[in-house]
Nanobody, 123 residues
């Protein structure tokens, strides 16, 4: 069964950091672009960052500029989203998704999705 599983979410204080993981099972991520998306209550899902199969990254959310990085470990079949200096407005469910082509801002272009991990930034 092809599956993406996110982990690493939780409750963190403003200014804190989290590293989210996206692990694949049933297929290899080597040839996929992996995007991180997030959806806050009452808001549309938005793209955050994406990493191509060759390792190049694309940022979709200006609000995370300078605070978030994306990386991949193909040996572990896992992609990571490191978020620093977290703000309350970063609170959302974070999803990873795999696209066989290239990084896309359009969520409809992604083939596989994880179930999401909740990130809550609050004091």
């Amino acid at each position: 069964q092809l599956q993406l599983v996110e982990s690493g979410g939780g409750l963190v204080q403003p200014g804190g950091s989290l590293r989210l993981s996206c692990a694949a099972s049933g297929f290899t991520l080597d040839f996929y672009a992996i995007g991180w998306f997030r959806q806050a209550p009452g808001k549309e899902r938005e793209g955050v960052l994406c990493i191509s199969s060759s390792g190049g990254s694309t940022r979709y959310a200006d609000s995370v500029k300078g605070r978030a990085t994306i990386s991949r470990d193909n040996a572990e079949n896992t992609v990571y989203l490191q978020m620093n200096s977290l703000k309350p407005e970063d609170t959302a469910v974070y999803y990873c998704a795999a696209a066989l082509v290239s990084c896309e801002a359009n969520a409809l272009r992604y083939d596989y999705w994880g179930q999401g991990t909740q990130v809550t930034v609050s004091s």
